[in-house]
C-alpha cells in the first residue's frame, strides 16, 4: 500500500487508515474479540494509521487499541485520537488543566506516556481560533504528553484557520465523493503549509458502498437512526448531511462509475486516496471482510479523468446546491 508523511508529524503512514468510532459504540455494539480481529485484520492488509477518541464508547476504542498495541510490539502504527468532547463545546472549557486531564487519560488507555496525534475534537470556530488554545497545545508537546496536534472540524473555514497556525500538523475533514468542498481551497492550502488532511466519512455513513436501498434501516443505537436530522450532533456526520433518499440515489449512479475489479466502496476510497494533498483515508470497519476490502482500496490503479469527471458531475446534480454552502 502507498504510504505518504502526515503533514508535520513527519510519520509515514498507510494512505487508507482504519477509523475505530465503531469499536466504541454509535454503530452498534462489537465486542473484544471482534474488535482485535477488525485491528489485526487492517494490520495485516497493511494499514498503520488508526484513528479514535476519547469519547467513542466513553474510551472503549482507545482501550481495544491500547491493547493491541500492548500485544504486538514493534507494530509501527501511528495512533492518532482527539480530544474536547468530554464536557459541553463551550470556550471556557478548552484550557491546559483540561488539556492535560483528557491526554492523560487517553495516555493511559492507549498504555503509551506518549500521544502520536492529539485532534481537537470538531470545536467551536472560537476555540480553532484561540491562541490561548493552541499555546496550550504547544505546552503538551514540549511537556511530552503529546508529540503533535491537529484539529477535527465540522467546516472549512475552520480547516483554514487550523492550516494557519503554525504548530498544526494535520486537518481532519470530511471529504467524499457527497462532499467535495474541500477541494476548493482547503487541500491546495495544507499543501502549501505542509499540513496533513485525515479524510474521514469517506463512504458517507455507508451510502457509497452502494448496498443500502430506501428501504434499508439500522439499529436503535446506529447513529444513522437516532442522529439523522442531527439530533445528538452535527448532521454532516451521518451520511455527510445530504437525505437518506437521494443520497441512496445518488450512490446507485455512483456504482455505475467503478470500474470493473472494484467494489463502489473500494472506489470511493482510492477516488479520495489519489487526491493530491491527502494523507490518508480512515474508512471504518466492523468485521475482518471489511477491513481486509477497505484497505485493498489502497492498491487499485489511478481511476482516471472520466471516472473523477463522473463523481462532479453526481455531486453537482444531487447535492452542490445544498451541501457545499453548509459545511
Known amino acids: 500500500m502507498d504510504h505518504r508523511t502526515l503533514g508535520r508529524t513527519g510519520r509515514s503512514v498507510s494512505v487508507i487508515g482504519l477509523g475505530t468510532w465503531q469499536l466504541g459504540a454509535d454503530w452498534g455494539d462489537v465486542d473484544a474479540a471482534e474488535a482485535n480481529a477488525v485491528l489485526d485484520a487492517a494490520v495485516e492488509a497493511g494499514v498503520t494509521f488508526f484513528d479514535t477518541a476519547d469519547v467513542y464508547g466513553d474510551g472503549r476504542s482507545e482501550s481495544f487499541i491500547g491493547e493491541y498495541l500492548a500485544a504486538n510490539p514493534g507494530h509501527g502504527i501511528t495512533v492518532a485520537t482527539k480530544m474536547g468532547r468530554r464536557m459541553p463545546q463551550l470556550a471556557e472549557n478548552y484550557t491546559l488543566a483540561n488539556f492535560r486531564a483528557w491526554t492523560d487519560r487517553s495516555r493511559a488507555n492507549l498504555k503509551v506516556d506518549t500521544l502520536d496525534l492529539v485532534q481537537l475534537h470538531c470545536p467551536p470556530t472560537e476555540v480553532i ?27 472549512t473555514s475552520q480547516a483554514l484557520s487550523a492550516i494557519a497556525r503554525p504548530g498544526t500538523a494535520s486537518v481532519q475533514i470530511i471529504l467524499n465523493a457527497f462532499r467535495l468542498k474541500p477541494l476548493d481551497e482547503v487541500l491546495p492550502a495544507a499543501q502549501a503549509a505542509g499540513v496533513g488532511i485525515i479524510a474521514r466519512v469517506p ?24 442522529n439523522r436530522s442531527g439530533e445528538a450532533f452535527d448532521v454532516g456526520e451521518t451520511f455527510s448531511g445530504v437525505p437518506f433518499e437521494k443520497g441512496v ?13 472494484a467494489t463502489p466502496a473500494q472506489a470511493a476510497l482510492a477516488w479520495i486516496a489519489q487526491l493530491d494533498g491527502v494523507s490518508t483515508v480512515i474508512p471504518g470497519a466492523r468485521s475482518v471482510a471489511q477491513a481486509q476490502s477497505n484497505a485493498a482500496a489502497g492498491e487499485l490503479a489511478d481511476l482516471g479523468e472520466d471516472f473523477r469527471a463522473g463523481v462532479t458531475r453526481i455531486y453537482d446534480e444531487y447535492f452542490r446546491e445544498s451541501v457545499h454552502p453548509r459545511w
Open 129 to 155: 481560533d484561540s491562541d490561548a488554545v493552541y499555546d496550550a497545545l504547544d505546552t503538551l508537546v514540549a511537556d511530552g504528553a503529546i508529540a503533535a496536534y491537529g484539529v477535527s472540524v465540522e467546516e
Open 203 to 226: 463512504l458517507a455513513s455507508g451510502l457509497l458502498s452502494g448496498k443500502y436501498t430506501r428501504e434499508t434501516t439500522f439499529a436503535a443505537d446506529d447513529h444513522r437512526t437516532y
Open 249 to 261: 440515489e445518488a450512490a446507485h449512479a455512483f456504482a455505475d462509475l467503478v470500474p470493473e475489479g
